[in-house]
């Protein structure tokens, strides 16, 4: 689906995730990884949630995960992000965080998708300033 | 120093009831049926709106609105918005608040037109919210998407079935058929609920609850002045409540249901009961899924094994564990935030009122709600013995 076709929601950044959604646009994911406690963390803020400390980086996800768990979305309309049945999945990234995504290139029928299977990350520009991570299955 | 433990059975819930009518009722707001719940509990606890003088309500822009509708001048105020299980919270607060003299009669209230959407407030998610941005472009419009996601989860690690959950609706259909409130009381077979139209893989649209409107009160009180009223207190022997995030892909583990596991803990510790002591469970049931999960998390099963525990219809009526003995989010009623018609059910079955549907002897029952997506739970142990 092209970028004039979505009618899904369109997120407006927030100052503290603009670098997040800048980055989305070039065709990254960012995450972000306290240099005092070591470890990452998604979604992006400006004090880490692990240790409250300000001394936080963003730094490049590699874009690999595992499908934690998935719906499929029969709910067709203006505000779904696919034409429906689609794919609603919650990854989990390599260095640890979670994220709400959709699962695409897939077919949308549970016999095809496995919790835990390997995927990885793709982008889709929604409008002309906001591009959406989303993931793919990884076919080994 | 002060504990939990000391709050046993110091509150006692007095007065419950539900609005005039549930249902589909577009000829009545939300505040009406706030009202109309409150008036009908405090004349089944013998009080007045002139006794109140803690009021606790949700689902408001501002808590200052349910008073003022009532004509009440509270002192203690109460606005706690975490979902449908707030109710649940509010009774700990309550009694948190009258133990520590603050207050004397509390009034929770709740009121949502839920179906016909007649003078709700307008409340939607700013398109800069974290919502906005990180989980609604990706469809996530409903619980249905939030509450699947534990489910999808659960049948890869447990192995439970679509059968399993279907159990679930069934039952509480058979227990719904003994309400004359239920919205829906012909009987349900397992695979009436696998041939519904699926909404959201794994669940159909008879694993989901009803999009209903209404309203329902609870009235508390100290235990002392609970021995001077009409009907027989319903003490609370035992509270707890927890709040592990807000968006459903920040929830700390996807393989049971960490909120509940807290608050359920909490509960039972000040209770000082056993599982074994409780009678009647009525735990929130939005998705069928959402009391299998509470069953592991309270402990009334191992983790992983609620499917085992709700098959062969255990949890009907006539069987060995009854569960949502109104008939439950899943066909009595369910108007968005249902965690107050737990309340208002263990309280009807432990002073005996409830006709056909009776649980024969029930003294102790527990009452169990979730808010949000997995994100916030409050658990209550309430009896008639102290």
Known sequence: MGANEYTGPIPKPTPETQPYWDAAKQGKLLIQRCDDCARHYFYPRPLCPHCLSRNVAWVEACGRGKLLTYVISMRPGRSAPLPAPYVVAIVELEEGPRLMTNLVDVEPDPDKIACDMPVTVTFAAISDEVTLPRFRPVHE | MSEPRNLRASAAIVGVAESDELGRLPHKSALAMHMEAAQSALADAGLRNSDVDAVFSSGRIMANEVPEYLGIRPRFIGGTLIGGCSFIAHVEHAMAAIHAGLCEVALITHGESGYSRVGMPAT???????????????GTMGPATGYGLMARRHMHQFGTTSEQLA?????TRKWAALNPMAMY???????????S?????????????????????????????????????VYVLGTGECVTHQMVSQMPSFDQWDAAIESGKRAFAMAGVRHADIDVAELYDAFTIVPMLALE??????????????????????????????????????TGMYGIYTIIEAVRQLRGECGERQVPDAKTAICHGTGGQWSAAATLIVSTDK
């Open chain 2, 124 to 138: 939607r998610w700013g398109d800069d919210s974290l919502n906005f941005q990180f989980e609604l472009p990706y």
């Open chain 2, 167 to 171: 159990e679930v609706a069934v039952a």
């Open chain 2, 185 to 195: 009381r012909e009987p349900l077979s397992i695979d009436d609920v696998l041939n």
């Open chain 2, 197 to 233: 139209k699926v909404i959201s893989w794994p669940f159909h649209l008879l694993d989901c609850c009803l999009v209903t409107d209404g309203g329902g009160a609870v009235v508390v009180t100290s235990a002392a002045r609970a021995s001077d009223l009409p009907k027989k207190p």
């Open chain 2, 297 to 334: 998390a309270l402990g009334f099963c191992k983790k992983g094994e609620s499917g085992g525990f709700v098959a062969g219809q255990r949890t009907a009526p006539g069987g060995e564990f009854p569960m949502n003995t109104n008939g439950g989010g899943l066909s009595y009623t369910h």
